[in-house]
């Protein structure tokens, strides 16, 4: 199993603020993907990155690869409350299983 | 129906009872999988199937049960069950390949709580 810490691992903020979420490993990854949870339903995939130093935007939010494919970011610009969620990050790793290892997760929730 | 659909969504047994899971996707893919998501813990890969093979299981304990009939149902079957095994219990699907970047369409869970 390769770990994937996330942090921080509760953020609670104002409408209108910015933030960024961590996700960092000793192990490198192929790919990474980054994940919202919302309360009740399962993960929905909101990005896929795979090149080492790749920025990747989506709207208000912008996701990184790192150069040594082992961490990530996602920086949400301006959140608004349906930002609010678990956010998790997922590394595919690079035996031919191809499988992902979930990060610990970080769960957001934007104060109206 | 569309996506991944599971049944039941909330499931309440005593640790004796035998229940099942059960999961259906519609999206044509040929791999499905079954997670576990507890409290204060990452999601836990439990088993996969590729093509209707097992390809991954995870050291689960034998009280779980995967069952992959065709490439469009998966069932998780449950039998004398721990109540540190209560959780959300994800199903996902892809569409798996050399390429890697395996992206995995969830369904909305089951809720277990053991007694």
């Known amino acids: ?17 910015n933030l960024t979420v961590y996700c960092n490993s000793s192990s490198v990854f192929s790919s990474l993907q980054w994940y919202r949870q919302e309360p009740g339903e399962g993960p929905v995939l909101l990005v896929t990155v795979v090149t080492g130093g790749e920025v990747k935007k989506l709207k208000r939010l912008t996701f990184q690869f790192g150069d040594a494919r082992k961490d990530s970011s996602l920086h949400i610009t301006a959140a608004q409350p349906g930002d609010t969620g678990l956010y998790l990050c997922a590394g595919v790793d690079r035996t031919g299983a191809n499988n992902l290892f979930f990060g610990t997760g970080t769960r957001l929730t934007v104060i109206p | ?37 507890s409290a204060k813990k990452p999601l836990e890969l439990m088993f996969v199937y590729n093509f ?44 798996a ?17 053991v007694l």
């Open chain 1, 1 to 17: 199993t390769q770990l994937l810490e996330q942090s921080p691992q509760f953020l609670s903020i104002q409408e209108g603020e």
């Open chain 2, 1 to 37: 129906e569309t996506g991944v659909t599971q049944t039941p969504r909330h499931l309440v047994m005593g640790m004796t009872n035998k229940k099942s899971l059960k999961c259906e996707q519609h999206l044509g893919h040929n791999a499905m999988y079954w997670y576990k998501q």
């Open chain 2, 52 to 95: 209707k093979e097992q390809t991954e299981n995870n050291s689960v304990p034998s009280r779980f049960s995967p069952e992959c009939p065709n490439s469009s149902h998966l069932f998780l079957h449950l039998h004398t069950l721990q109540p540190e095994d209560s959780a959300l219990y994800l199903c996902a699907s892809s569409q």
């Open chain 2, 97 to 113: 390949g050399p390429s890697g970047a395996n992206v995995l369409t969830f369904g909305a869970g089951s809720r277990l709580t």
